[in-house]
């Protein structure tokens, strides 16, 4: 008899939480990590699931799903995300999953965002790990039950999970004539007032 369980991955809290979601306040040319040289973020099957389960990571992308720009023009259209799986050895994939009551494993991952110039606003990014089209389970009896793995990703043509963060960017304060503070680039600057000019 088997059965279907749909299997996602999190964002594991504590010393390996991803430091990187919802940090605001990322001024241009400047770069803030996730990661330090002992510590990464990590990710890990979903603690909620009351099988022992074990899954095969085949590899892991970035892609951005929201990009920012400036304020007169779109500023660049390119990601301020960099990321790779955090690991000693060059050839980390595949990487076995497994979760069982008590005890588990997980991935870490180096994630940083570097400000563009002129950018403004929220970026976000979301990190696709990709799964065997299969994992296994082990019941009580010790008998091995095959479990669908369902695709939660962002591309359709695998099994994948994913996990996103957000970063918050801002230029240079401007104070208008009316008292409100705008963040704009030099750039965007000139662009205006060019284009104010004629």
């Known amino acids: 008899m088997g059965f279907s369980r749909q299997i996602t ?6 010393s390996g939480a991803n ?5 605001g306040n990322l001024p241009a040319l400047s770069t803030i990590a996730a990661n330090t040289d002992s510590t990464f973020p990590q990710i890990r099957l ?8 074990t899954a095969m990571l085949l590899g892991a992308e970035i892609y951005s799903t929201t990009i920012n720009g400036g304020v007169v023009f779109v500023t660049n259209q390119n990601s301020i995300f960099s990321f790779e799986a955090a690991t000693t050895s060059p050839n980390v994939f595949p990487f076995k999953l497994h979760l069982s009551p008590g005890e588990y494993n997980a991935i870490g ?6 400000g563009q110039e002129c950018a403004s606003g929220i970026q976000v990014c979301a990190v696709v790990w990709t799964l065997s089209s299969t994992a296994l389970s082990a019941t009580s009896a010790g008998t091995i039950i095959p479990i669908t793995v369902g695709n939660g990703g962002v591309t359709s043509d695998v099994p994948s999970v994913s996990s996103s963060t957000q ?10 004539a009316d008292g409100v503070v705008r963040f704009v680039c030099q750039a965007d ?4 007032v060019q284009s104010y000019m004629g």
């Open 19 to 23: 430091t990187l979601t919802n940090r």
């Open 109 to 114: 991952y180096r994630l940083s965002a570097t």
């Open 9 to 14: 991955i999190e964002n594991q809290t504590g």
């Open 46 to 53: 979903n603690q909620t699931l009351n099988e022992a389960v």
């Open 189 to 192: 600057l000139s662009r205006f």
């Open 167 to 176: 970063v918050f960017c801002i230029n240079s304060p401007i104070y208008g």
